[in-house]
């Protein structure tokens, strides 16, 4: 083939793919196809055989959306911009609270809002990269801790509303400046997908999938791409970002609103009830826009759980910024409509880390969105007085934020052979007599069982050395009194691992590698570790910054405590009593033989 019939054999591939994804796009996104399935195939087995015969395949190419490659693990990579969660609300009065905190931080007597709905999906992270003047699919990321998430791009690429190359043209004048694009989204499962896939698995004999959200979950991490691809999902667009070559970010838009037409300009879906307002310290507008989302939820192709608002202006939004885990110009309004009638059976006690009583109510086993619940906290007597709970009582229970379980309210009505919950006076685990504290009960013990696994299971949490531990191993070692704090943790052997846990010989030595290895975690995992009372992730991060190192900690005075950012006198005053304690001074100087950034 000579260079001249090349270069129109590859000009005809560009102009198919064009044309193959202006109709995937009327098809997939629009829901408005132009063309008949048979004119389609016949546009896509053209494409198909030009690539087989001149070898010339473009990434972006709709032949290259599936592939044949079966991965045997999801590989890390790093999102250009944080994907953090939002923080939830779930009624009028915290909305009002939240809206007047932002005014106040940013000194404004109004704010524009955008308005969308909440997907009850998996966020995702797609990010494009330049290449001849267009922006081709790179790879794209589940959320994961927010700065880095597992690579699911092959299982991405068979979503057929994600778009694999994003083409500027004369958008901006920017352009040449923009090497990367990051668009974050949800994946969604739609409920009649859902009735097709389970009616499936229920004929092969496989477990169903309990909703759309565990379902688009499960099919978004398929180790077999040809496996995602059947499930039909679809990727609604929140965000797009545009970086230059040293990942600086590159503003083209000056609100949030703006960027959503340029994304459904670039065939992504968004959502499709968007939309933007002025409020005040009033949030009618809010409501009414959530109260519509509430009365439209079961009529959608798809699951929501709320709505979301937005700061619409991009440059308010940086001035806002952000906590460690959630985006502080934005707000969830979730809807509480998962809520079941169960009976409360018994009531239990446990003890946290702090030695604080948990009242616990034991339920007759209730299903709410596929979970089966069997238990719901108290939280503390005030709380049981104050909602009138008693033994043998019907109760309305919702998951609080879809995680949590907890009571609504009693129904009196049903109210037959009930009885009181009494207060203990004693700590259900070491017998030794509870001390009275405001709402609370403390158990005093300092060398409480049950104190003593909370504190080590909170040490090798996720957030602190993320161990992979589970909770009944170290009740083990702590009960046989083979530990008695998380010093003792780093001095035992795989055999002890093994014989504790009945694990395995690679099990074993896989947890008493991950144990060794959290020797090096950073000081501001070991502060949140230590469990100091009302000091959190972000707070520890900030004396971490300031202080350094657990000595110029220990010896800070009030007046340095509260000169860090996030620091009140409540707080300091914790911190400066945890380090009085002569026992938490004394795991502070074993800490140091065993860990290396204290």
Request: glycine share 6%.
């Amino acid at each position: 083939m000579s260079v001249d019939q090349n270069k129109k054999v590859e000009q005809e591939i560009e102009k198919l793919i064009e044309i193959i994804n202006y109709h995937n796009w009327r098809y997939y996104v629009l829901q408005d196809p132009e063309i008949s399935d048979e004119e389609y195939d016949a546009l896509l087995n053209r494409l198909k055989k030009l690539e087989k015969e001149t070898g010339i395949i473009k990434p972006y190419s709709p032949t290259q959306r599936i592939t044949n490659v079966i991965s045997t693990e999801f590989k890390k990579g790093n999102h250009l911009f944080p994907v953090l969660s939002l923080e939830a609300v779930y009624d009028k009065k915290k909305l009002e609270e939240y809206i007047k905190s932002v005014l106040r931080n940013l000194k404004q007597s109004e704010l524009g809002l955008l308005c969308e709905l909440k997907f009850d999906g998996v966020s995702l992270s797609v990010i494009y990269k330049r290449n001849d003047g267009i922006f081709i699919f790179d790879k794209a990321l589940t959320r994961g801790d927010g700065l880095i998430g597992e690579d699911v791009s092959l299982n991405a690429k068979t979503i057929k509303t994600i778009p694999l190359s994003i083409d500027l043209g004369n958008d901006n004048d920017t352009e040449g400046d923009i090497e990367f694009i990051q668009v974050n989204g949800e994946v969604v499962l739609y409920k009649n997908d859902l009735q097709r896939i389970n009616e499936e698995r229920k004929k092969e004999g496989v477990p169903e999938f309990s909703n759309t959200r565990n379902a688009a979950s499960g099919s978004l991490r398929q180790l077999d791409p040809s496996v995602t691809a059947k499930r039909n999902l679809k990727f609604f667009a929140y965000s797009i970002r545009f970086f230059d070559r040293e990942g600086k970010e590159v503003r083209i838009r000056k609100k949030l609103s703006e960027l959503f037409e340029l994304m459904r300009s670039l065939r992504f879906i968004v959502s499709p009830f968007f939309k933007t307002c002025k409020i005040e310290q009033d949030v009618d507008a809010l409501q009414e826009y959530y109260e519509n989302a509430f009365e439209m939820k079961d009529s959608l192709e798809f699951d929501i759980d709320g709505v979301v608002f937005k700061v619409d202006d991009l440059e308010f939004q940086d001035r806002l910024g952000s906590t460690l885990k959630n985006y502080k110009w934005a707000i969830a309004y979730k809807f509480h409509t998962s809520i079941a009638v169960t009976k409360v059976i018994d009531v239990v006690f446990e003890v946290g880390r702090t030695g604080v009583i948990t009242p616990v109510a034991l339920l007759e086993p209730v299903e709410i969105e596929g979970a089966v619940i069997k238990n719901a906290t108290l939280h503390n007597f005030d709380y049981i007085k104050s909602k009138d709970i008693r033994i043998g009582d019907y109760v309305e229970v919702r998951r609080a934020g879809k995680v949590i379980p907890e009571i609504v309210k009693v129904i009196k009505e049903l109210r037959g052979d009930v009885r009181e919950i009494e207060e203990p006076k004693f700590c259900p685990s070491c017998k030794a007599e509870l001390i009275k504290d405001g709402p609370f009960l403390i158990c005093p013990n300092k060398q409480c069982f049950e104190k003593i696994i909370a504190k080590i299971v909170h040490w090798f949490s996720k957030d602190a050395m993320d161990v992979d531990i589970s909770d009944g191993i170290i009740s083990k070692l702590v009960k046989n009194k083979i530990v008695k704090d998380v010093v003792d943790m780093y001095n035992l052997r795989p055999s002890d691992f093994a014989v504790v846990g009945n694990l395995g010989k690679k099990s074993a030595s896989k947890l008493y590698n991950s144990i060794q290895e959290s020797r090096n975690r950073s000081f501001d995992r070991i502060l949140y570790g230590l469990g100091i009372p009302m000091v959190g992730l972000r707070n520890s991060k900030s004396l971490a910054q300031k202080f350094k190192n657990i000595d110029n900690l220990m010896n800070a005075s009030f007046a340095e405590l509260v000169s860090v950012e996030g620091i009140g006198n409540e707080v300091a005053n914790s911190i400066i009593q945890f380090f009085k304690d002569e026992e938490n001074r004394k795991l502070i100087e074993r800490l140091k033989r065993v860990m290396n950034n204290i």
